[in-house]
């Protein structure tokens, strides 16, 4: 079992449709992360959350939606999606906020945008 | 702006050659460095970092990298590549302020026997 878990693993979606992803990380850690990676693209830094408070919002559009009810958990809620959202959604978690450290990544969740 | 460049989009090698991954970093001060591999169908995993010290750092499954200030690189290197070594490498370089990582766009290793 891995440190950072993420569900679901594959996700399809109609553009109105409203569905979550869910990240929960078993390492402690108190900062946690989502990156977008799209095919033939850097990953994206989408948004960091520092002990439950959001510290980073990478001018992501407001169809994404986080939460981070607590330091173990995170959530990514959508809705109204663009076909252009498809992509590989990865949630990571570090020590803390003060990157000095590695980053502990789940195996990420594919959308698909219909 | 910090930015990383990883020039090659995919690179192959055959089984037990040895092989070396470019990377170039552009960053005003000492950069903290790392090397991440990722696996078809799972997520990044560290290979090695290069915070301070010596240049040359060693990670996990026999890759290492040599920080070179004068050229902004940081290169990965592995003596003799096995074909599990098939995966995507992304470069990565951490900003001032130390929170936001921000990563090459990835070298895919294809591995022939």
């Known amino acids: 079992e891995t440190g950072v878990t993420q569900t679901p693993r594959h996700l399809v979606m109609g553009m109105t449709n409203k569905k979550s992803l869910k990240c929960e990380q078993h390492?402690?850690?108190?900062?946690m992360y989502w990156y977008k990676q799209s095919a033939k693209k850097p990953l994206e830094l989408m948004f960091v959350?520092?002990?439950?408070?959001?510290?980073e919002n990478n001018s992501v559009p407001s169809r994404f939606s986080p939460e981070c009810p607590n330091s173990s958990h995170l959530f990514l809620h959508l809705h109204t999606l663009q076909p252009e959202d498809s992509a590989l959604y990865l949630c990571?978690?570090?020590?803390?906020?003060?990157?000095?450290?590695?980053?502990?990544f789940g195996e990420g969740s594919r959308l698909t945008v219909l | 702006a910090q930015s990383v460049t990883q020039p090659d989009i995919h690179i192959t090698v055959s089984e037990g050659a040895s092989l070396e991954l470019r990377c170039n970093y552009s960053y005003g001060a000492t950069p903290y460095l790392f090397w991440y591999v990722q696996s078809p169908g799972q997520g990044l995993q560290l290979l090695l970092k290069?915070?301070?010290?010596?240049?040359l750092v060693q990670g996990i499954k026999g890759f290492e990298a040599e920080f070179k200030r004068s050229q902004s690189s940081f290169n990965l290197r592995k003596p003799s590549v096995h074909w599990s070594d098939a995966a995507e490498y992304f470069c990565a370089v951490v900003n001032t302020g130390g929170f936001k990582t921000i990563f090459g766009a990835g070298t895919r290793l294809f591995v022939k026997a």
């Open positions: 959350y520092s002990l439950e408070e959001r510290v």
């Open positions: 290069y915070f301070s010290g010596d240049t």
């Open positions: 990571a978690s570090s020590q803390n906020t003060m990157n000095t450290g590695e980053l502990f």
């Open positions: 390492l402690g850690h108190n900062a």
